[in-house]
Structures are given as structure tokens and as C-alpha cells.
């Protein structure tokens, strides 16, 4: 038997606030050799500037003899969900059977203060970058 | 975010001198990741608000503006290649001179969170 693994969120909405709570189950069928189940609720960025992953918490439990097991974590504060020029920042919801990942599972989700990603977009003729040259362009008060 | 903060200027001396003058709140992307074996860093500003942007003297030597930030930005945050900052931009320009260009870093909190 090979391994798979699922996750149902409780919620039908991707979209969270901060301190709010996300929660589900985690379903599989464990191949012989796999010993635990593992949910991981974290962040990572992508886009321009190395990745960055943190982790925020999570749970394992004996893969065999059991199917399912619910979870419920509460989201932390910050960071927010947004999306930049250069950086992204999402936050996932992933299970892995362990110890060799070999059957992974995730769901993206989004968390601020109105549970939409933030969308930062890039401000075009910048008066203050450093490649502006001041002078003569500033407008009258 | 969320709530209004009050700024205060005062230029000590030479503010007849100054013939622009101007104080801009931006917020920016910061991306750092490694080319070859350089470590190189990449800026986008997303939010500029000019707070005072003048040529008038007499707003020069001393002034204050309101600092209102609309809710659905980012606020300060920072992990080890990625971050965003806020700062305070003053810029002038006095003939002859070379022209000021002094940032200082500024922390916005998240709506709601304790200072």
C-alpha cells in the first residue's frame, strides 16, 4: 500500500482574520513503513529576495491504526498576507506523512485584518528614491 | 494603522538657504538574495504620501502635519532576506549645495496591537 494524505478544512472561506481559528482534519492511508502524520501551519515568502519559511506550530500523531485526526490551531497576529513588486508572503497549512514525506498535502490560505491579501503596488515616479534627482521638481505649497 | 499621529519640524538655522523643501512618509519592499557571491539587495517603494513639500521659507523653519495610513497596507515587518519598512524622507535643496537626503526608519505597527 502506498501512502496518501488529505486535508478538509472546517472552513469553506481561504480567507482568515488574525487570532481568528483554522480547523479541520487531516485524512490518510499510511504505507507500512510510515510512522507519523505531521500538520505544519506556517508562512514563506517568494518572489525576488531569498526564501524565507517560518514555522508557527504544529502536529503529529501515529500514523498507524488511525485514518483522520482533527486539528485547530488559532492564526497569530501578523505577518499579513500580501503580494508585492518583489516579495509575496503566504500563509499554507501542510501534512506530511513522516519520515519520508513521501505523500504531502496543502492548502494556501490568506490572513489579515480583512482577510484579503494585501496588494502593494509599486509607486511609479518616486520623489524620494535614491536615483531621483532633487531640485527644481518639488511642486509649490 | 488605523490611527492618526501628529508630526513636528524645526530646522535650527538656514532655512532662508533652503529654496525646496520636504518631508515624504514611504514605505518599501526590501529583497535581499545572493548573485553569484555578492549579496545584493532590491527596493520598491509602494506608499509615498508627501507630508510637506514646499518652496515657501516660512514653512520651512518650523511646521507639523498629520500622519494618517490607510489600513489595507503593510505594516513594519522583517524576516532574514525579506522585509518592509517605513520611513520618514526629508529632502531639500539649497543652491549651491548638495542637496539633503536624511531618512529615518520608522516602525508602523499593525492595527489594533499593543505599543
Redesign the interface.
Known amino acids: 500500500m502506498t501512502d496518501s494524505i488529505s486535508i478538509q478544512l472546517d472552513q469553506q472561506s481561504s480567507e482568515f482574520l488574525p487570532g481568528s481559528i483554522i480547523s479541520g482534519k487531516v485524512i490518510w492511508t499510511a504505507a507500512a513503513a510510515t510512522q507519523k502524520i505531521e500538520i505544519r501551519l506556517f508562512w514563506f515568502t517568494e518572489g525576488r529576495g531569498s526564501q524565507d519559511i517560518e514555522l508557527a506550530e504544529e502536529r503529529s500523531w501515529d500514523a498507524q491504526g488511525l485514518a483522520e485526526q482533527g486539528f485547530e490551531f488559532t492564526l497569530p497576529l501578523e505577518p499579513y498576507s500580501f503580494s508585492g513588486k518583489l516579495i509575496s508572503l503566504q500563509w499554507a497549512l501542510e501534512a506530511v506523512t513522516l519520515p519520508k514525506e513521501s505523500s504531502t498535502a496543502k492548502k494556501i490560505f490568506t490572513l489579515s485584518p480583512n482577510g484579503k491579501e494585501l496588494i502593494l503596488s509599486s509607486v511609479e515616479n518616486s520623489q524620494t528614491s535614491d536615483k531621483k534627482t532633487w531640485g527644481g521638481k518639488l511642486q509649490n505649497n | 494603522m488605523g490611527e492618526s499621529v501628529q508630526l513636528k519640524w524645526k530646522t535650527l538655522s538656514g532655512e532662508h538657504k533652503l ?2 523643501f ?1 518631508i ?1 512618509l ?2 518599501e ?6 548573485r553569484g557571491t555578492n549579496s545584493v539587495t ?7 504620501q ?1 507630508l ?5 521659507p516660512r ?1 520651512v523653519r518650523r511646521g507639523e502635519a498629520e500622519i494618517v495610513l490607510p ?5 513594519s ?1 522583517k ?4 522585509a ?1 519598512k517605513w520611513s520618514l ?1 526629508v ?3 539649497i543652491s549651491l549645495w548638495p ?1 539633503i ?1 536624511d531618512n529615518y526608519e520608522v516602525t508602523v505597527l ?2 489594533n ?1 499593543q505599543h
Open positions: 529654496s525646496h520636504a515624504y514611504v514605505g519592499e526590501e529583497a535581499k538574495y545572493r532590491d527596493i520598491s517603494i509602494f506608499y509615498e508627501a510637506i513639500d514646499t518652496k515657501d514653512k489600513s489595507d497596507t503593510m505594516p515587518w524576516s532574514t532576506n525579506n518592509i524622507r529632502r531639500g535643496e542637496d537626503k499593525p492595527a496591537s
